[in-house]
């Protein structure tokens, strides 16, 4: 089973390039850490200060190690989380 995580983001007003600037760089270096199967970030036109990441692991361990990441630390932590309005997660696990 693999362990999935939904997470919203939801720019301030202005901040919303500051967000976006940190998902771009996150991204690759997410999605070539060890235990990552899948990671994709997408914006809603409709409300452009909405994002969304739909994130894959191996288990629920190399989540937290992405969470504890130099690059998380830096671009989530340091530079988007600190100007969101609203960060929301979900966890999930697979079935079969």
């Known amino acids: 089973m ?3 995580v939904s997470a919203t983001w939801v720019a301030e007003p ?13 991204t690759p270096i997410s999605r070539a850490e060890p235990g990552n199967r899948f990671y994709q970030a997408y914006q809603d036109p409709a409300e ?7 994130e894959i692991y191996d288990d ?4 937290k190690a992405h969470g ?13 989380i ?11 696990e697979t079935i079969g």
Request: proline share 4%; no cysteine; net charge negative.
């Open 68 to 80: 504890t990441s130099e690059h998380f630390e830096k671009y989530g932590f340091g530079q988007a």
């Open 14 to 26: 202005g901040q919303e390039s500051v967000v976006l600037d940190a998902i771009e760089k996150l």
């Open 60 to 63: 629920e361990d190399a989540y």
């Open 82 to 92: 600190p100007v969101l309005a609203k960060r929301e997660r979900a966890f999930y």
């Open 48 to 54: 452009p200060s909405t994002f969304h990441l739909f």
């Open 2 to 4: 693999a362990y999935v």
